[in-house]
């Protein structure tokens, strides 16, 4: 079997991406829709490690490297709600970057971990994502287009990623998206809760 090789990608996020859009829908037809309700845990002492939790799922990504204005994001850690508290104490909490509370129970479901772990603790922040995305493929990059809600704020995020750099800024130049910004969730949920500065005009 051949290896996986991680994929580079390019995010962005405005209210309205108009001709960007157009572009994309009229270089492929939208080939898959998807819909999730996640929650992003936000670390004020990390900006590396991309931590959601997803249908009972925590899945952690860290940012290996970056190529020519690209992201690549590795997996990190795959876990399953309950989980045992040694697994939190010793996978989860160095990805946060912050102090490790004390743990009084030796299991946590996910509940549990919310209420009386995350939220308690003053440099961690959950955060609701709800996503409706729509999947296209450009220049043989995946593609999509998703509409967002950050904690109740709507936003749209475009993307696009494959493991082949050059392909994905082929097709950045396709959908007009060259002069956009490459911000990741982590960095775009921080800016929309107020733990990162906006950028400058």
Same mark, same amino acid.
């Given at each position: 079997? #051949?290896?996986?090789?991680?994929?580079?990608?390019?995010?962005?996020?405005?209210?309205?991406?108009?001709?960007?859009?157009?572009?994309?829908?009229?270089?492929?037809?939208?080939?898959?829709?998807?819909?999730? #309700?996640?929650?992003?845990?936000?670390?004020?002492?990390?900006?590396? *490690?991309?931590?959601?939790?997803?249908?009972?799922?925590?899945?952690?990504?860290?940012?290996?490297?970056?190529?020519?204005? !690209?992201?690549?994001?590795?997996?990190?850690? &795959?876990?399953?709600? =309950?989980? &045992?508290?040694?697994? !939190?104490?010793?996978?989860?909490?160095?990805?946060?970057?912050?102090?490790?509370?004390?743990?009084?129970? *030796?299991?946590?479901?996910?509940?549990?971990?919310?209420?009386?772990?995350?939220?308690?603790? =003053?440099?961690?922040?959950?955060?609701?994502?709800?996503?409706?995305?729509?999947?296209?493929?450009? *220049?043989?990059?995946?593609?999509?287009?998703?509409?967002?809600?950050?904690?109740?704020?709507?936003?749209?995020?475009?993307?696009?990623?494959?493991?082949?750099? #050059?392909?994905?800024?082929?097709?950045?130049?396709?959908?007009?998206?060259?002069?956009?910004?490459?911000?990741?969730?982590?960095?775009?949920?921080?800016?929309?809760?107020?733990?990162?500065? !906006?950028?400058?005009?």
């Amino acid at each position: 079997m #051949s290896e996986t090789l991680p994929r580079f990608e390019f995010r962005t996020f405005a209210q309205n991406f108009g001709r960007v859009e157009t572009n994309l829908r009229r270089l492929s037809a939208c080939e898959q829709i998807r819909e999730s #309700s996640e929650i992003y845990i936000i670390s004020a002492g990390n900006d590396q *490690n991309n931590t959601k939790i997803r249908d009972g799922k925590m899945d952690i990504k860290v940012l290996v490297k970056q190529d020519r204005g !690209l992201e690549q994001w590795n997996p990190r850690m &795959k876990g399953q709600f =309950p989980m &045992k508290a040694e697994v !939190l104490e010793k996978e989860v909490f160095p990805a946060f970057g912050v102090d490790v509370p004390k743990f009084a129970r *030796n299991e946590y479901t996910l509940e549990q971990y919310l209420d009386e772990i995350i939220y308690p603790h =003053p440099k961690l922040t959950p955060v609701r994502v709800d996503k409706l995305r729509f999947g296209f493929t450009v *220049n043989g990059c995946i593609a999509e287009i998703a509409h967002l809600l950050i904690n109740g704020a709507a936003i749209q995020t475009v993307a696009v990623e494959q493991e082949d750099v #050059s392909a994905v800024l082929k097709a950045l130049e396709q959908l007009g998206l060259n002069e956009y910004e490459n911000v990741n969730y982590l960095r775009a949920i921080k800016r929309i809760i107020g733990l990162a500065p !906006l950028p400058k005009e």
